[in-house]
């Protein structure tokens, strides 16, 4: 008798008992479990299981609870409603909005990533600076090679950032300054807003924040 | 008893019909309760699931694409909801036995006769309850549902073969708990 058989037998079991297998299936098993003393006392505890079952004690459910389970549903429904957003999409929009969402959470992410990472946030303080900067200064700094490089370093933060930080005038100081503080203010590390040729090298790459302030105060701009 | 079918009253749903829905909910609401019941023995938990795998079917009826009968579907969303709570719960409770004592007295019955009733009954419920995840949905769907092993194949989405496997060794375990409990 080979375990492949008894563990064919074994699915037909519990069928013979409920009477579920074919005639076929029955003489099968019947001539197996004469020859084979596991599988007989498998289908005695089974004989066992199915009896103590039978005479399990039925669980009961409180008086009415089938009549009012309905409306505690819809009620639940309901409650649910309300805290949903009560737009109704029809389906074929339904279908489009989990690969849309998942698409703007996505997208969301990378702007995120390259919103608060700092070199990025250096980017859009120096476009936030120059924008702000009155026209004529603006066209008066964009005759030197300095306000071209900060005009560069704002679109293009690799290139000609040594050239701009090899000229320091006065304009660039001060957006240098203004731009320390709006780091400062955003509470990023100020090390990395400028590469190591930076004249200001001594003051913003140190990471003592108060020293910074003072420094950058003692500095005639 | 209405004579509509499933799918017609879905469809009828899906056109704006939300009374549709009602007539399911009764149509189904015992079959349902008892499956989640057999799962989770305490009434209150077993309502509160039952309450849930309505309301997540009345949001995704709209979706329901008739793959599978609806009855299959709603099972599935059954017992997967139930294990999700035994899930949750991790807790073995033990079967609260004054409770049946409670419910089940019988006044024919004389008392130590009652006291070894209840005892079997407590004892085969701790059985089930003990049974593996895949052991005690199959065992609850074929012994206590009655349902053929190709329907239970399509609900939990196994083979017949395997299936009868589950149920064997179910039945088998708890015959051997059951066994060694009133020894």
Request: charge should be negative; proline fraction near 4%; hydrophobic fraction near 40%.
């Amino acid at each position: 008798m080979s375990n492949m058989d008894c563990d064919k037998i074994q699915g037909l079991l519990v069928g013979l008992r409920e009477g579920t297998i074919s005639q076929e299936e029955r003489e099968i098993v019947e001539r197996h479990t004469a020859a084979c003393p596991q599988c007989t006392a498998d289908l005695t505890l089974i004989d066992e299981a199915l009896e103590a079952l039978r005479n399990v004690a039925d669980d009961t459910v409180p008086n009415h609870y089938f009549t009012n389970l309905l409306p505690r549903v819809r009620a639940r429904i309901e409650q649910d409603s309300r805290k949903r957003i009560p737009i109704a999409f029809p389906a074929w929009l339904q279908r489009f909005l989990a690969p849309a969402s998942a698409g703007a959470v996505l997208a969301s992410m990378i702007g995120m990533y390259f919103l608060f990472s700092p070199m990025a946030d250096t980017q859009f303080a120096l476009r936030e600076i120059v924008s702000d900067l009155p026209k004529d200064e603006i066209e008066g700094v964009a005759e030197s090679v300095t306000s071209a490089g900060v005009l560069a370093r704002a679109t293009e933060p690799s290139q000609r950032l040594e050239e701009t930080l090899a000229n320091p005038t006065a304009v660039t100081r001060r957006i240098e300054r203004e731009l320390v503080d709006d780091q400062l203010n955003h509470g990023h590390s100020l090390s990395i807003f400028l590469a190591a040729e930076n004249p200001f090298e001594d003051i913003i790459e140190n990471d003592d924040v108060d020293s910074i302030i003072k420094k950058l105060n003692d500095t005639s701009l | 008893m209405d004579q509509r079918s499933d799918l017609e009253l879905i469809r009828e749903f899906k056109d704006g019909n939300d009374k549709a829905f009602n007539l399911l909910v009764l149509r189904y609401q015992e079959k349902i309760y008892w499956v989640v019941r057999r799962l989770l023995p305490d009434h209150d938990e077993a309502d509160d699931v039952v309450q849930d795998i309505f309301v997540k079917v009345y949001r995704s009826l709209d979706s329901f694409k008739g793959d599978s009968s609806f009855y299959t579907w709603l099972y599935r969303i059954a017992v997967n909801l139930s294990l999700n709570e035994i899930r949750r719960k991790k807790t073995r409770r033990t079967f609260a036995l004054d409770e049946t004592v409670a419910q089940h007295e019988s006044d024919e019955m004389l008392p130590l006769e009652r006291m070894e009733r209840e005892e079997r009954t407590a004892l085969i419920k701790e059985a089930i309850e003990r049974l593996p995840e895949k052991q005690k949905k199959v065992f609850v769907l074929r012994y206590y549902e009655e349902l053929p092993y190709e329907e239970i194949s399509k609900i939990l989405k196994t083979s017949v073969g395997g299936l009868k496997a589950n149920y064997f060794h179910a039945v088998k375990k708890i015959a051997e708990y059951v066994k060694h409990g009133l020894r």
